[in-house]
C-alpha cells in the first residue's frame, strides 16, 4: 500500500505542477518530501464572495483572494482530499460549509487526479454554475443567496478567469523551483474582503 500510495502522491504532484504559479494560483508543499506531497497550501487570486458582518447585519461582500489548505489523509486516494479555507471569512457557496470546509457537488472518484479536483474546487469559487450543487447543499444560506441572484450576469460567474494550464517547459521549470511559504504570502498579500 505505501508504495502505491507513494506513487499517487508523486503523481499528484506532477500534475500539479500544470497550475503552479498561475495567475489564478500559486502552491507550496507543506507536508512530505518531495514529490511526495501530503498537504498543499494554495495561494487563490480568483474573485469570489463571502459574508461579513457590519454595524450587526450579516452582507454579501467580494473575496479577492484567499489561502486554501489541501490534506491527503493516510488513506488517499480512498479517501477525498480534506479541502478548507485558511483565512476569514471563508467563501460563501453552497459547496462550502459556513465554517470554510469543502463539499464538491461530486462523489469522491480514486481515479481522478488531484489537479482536476483542485480545478473543480476553483470553479466553485467563481460560482461556475455547472458545479453548484443544489439538491445537498453544504450552505443552505448561499444556495438561498445563489438562487435568488443566480440570473444577474454582473455576479455570476464570480471571476471570469480562465483557468489555463503551464505549458510543458513552464512545468519542467517549476519543477526545479521551490517556493516557500513567504515568497506565496509576498507575491499574493493577505487575504482581504472589499465591500
Not at 6 to 12: A, C, H, T
Not at 74 to 95: G, K, Q, W
Not at 127 to 145: F, G, M
Request: hydrophobic content about 35%; glycine content about 4%; some cysteine.
Amino acid at each position: 500500500m505505501a508504495s502505491s500510495r507513494n506513487e499517487r502522491l508523486e503523481k499528484d504532484f506532477k500534475e500539479m505542477l500544470k497550475i503552479q504559479d498561475r495567475p489564478y494560483i500559486s502552491w507550496t508543499a507543506t507536508k512530505g518530501e518531495l514529490p511526495y506531497v501530503e498537504e498543499y497550501l494554495l495561494s487563490v487570486k480568483l474573485r469570489t464572495y463571502a459574508l461579513s458582518l457590519k454595524d450587526g447585519v450579516h452582507t454579501v461582500g467580494v473575496l479577492r483572494g484567499c489561502a486554501v489548505g489541501i490534506t491527503l489523509w493516510d488513506s488517499y486516494p480512498y479517501t477525498a482530499p480534506y479541502i478548507r479555507m485558511l483565512c476569514l471569512p471563508p467563501v460563501f457557496h453552497p459547496n462550502w460549509y459556513s465554517r470554510g470546509v469543502y463539499c464538491p457537488s461530486q462523489p469522491w472518484d480514486p481515479d481522478c487526479s488531484l489537479k482536476d479536483h483542485v480545478i473543480r474546487m476553483l470553479m466553485t469559487l467563481q460560482y461556475e454554475p455547472s458545479v453548484i450543487q443544489t439538491y445537498a447543499p453544504a450552505n443552505c444560506k448561499a444556495l438561498d443567496w445563489y438562487m435568488k441572484n443566480r440570473d444577474k450576469t454582473e455576479l455570476f460567474p464570480s471571476d471570469k478567469t480562465e483557468l489555463s494550464e503551464n505549458t510543458a517547459e513552464e512545468v519542467a521549470a517549476a519543477e526545479k523551483a521551490s517556493l516557500t511559504f513567504e515568497d506565496i504570502v509576498d507575491k499574493w498579500g493577505a487575504c482581504h474582503i472589499k465591500e
